[in-house]
Nanobody, 120 residues
Framework: QVQLVESGGGLVQPGGSLGLSCAAS????????MYWYRQAPGKQRELVAG???????NYADSVKGRFTITRDNAKNTVYLQMNSLKPDDTAVYYC??????????????WGQGTQVTVSS
């Protein structure tokens, strides 16, 4: 019943910026950690960034200093601001959330993914 909807993907030239959003809806009591993953064709899905409920963030080495993950708990939304984009950042980006539902259980949910293409 919980759904994560992503937006913001697109085509960007190298060095450009793009912001992604992922909003969760449904019978949510609280969201613990939220994450952004990415996967390019022929490669394994990679954890890009994560953020805890209190705002502590972590990043893959490949994006440190360029990407920023934030969240708005009131909107059940996680954001990924991507700056200084490189062709190697091209991938489908997925959001993930560890959700405590109203009846007390915890589940992990995935968004559908949004394509980010960095090309000149």
């Amino acid at each position: 019943q919980v759904q994560l909807v992503e937006s913001g993907g697109g085509l960007v030239q190298p060095g450009g910026s793009l912001g992604l959003s992922c909003a969760a809806s449904g019978p949510i009591f609280s969201i613990n950690a939220m994450y952004w993953y990415r996967q390019a064709p022929g490669k394994q899905r990679e954890l890009v960034a994560g953020i805890t409920s209190d705002g502590s963030a972590n990043y893959a080495d490949s994006v440190k200093g360029r990407f920023t993950i934030t969240r708005d708990n009131a909107k059940n939304t996680v954001y990924l601001q991507m700056n200084s984009l490189k062709p190697d950042d091209t991938a489908v980006y997925y959001c993930n959330a560890d959700v405590k539902v109203l009846w007390g259980q915890r589940y992990s949910y995935w968004g559908q993914g949004t394509q980010v293409t960095v090309s000149s």
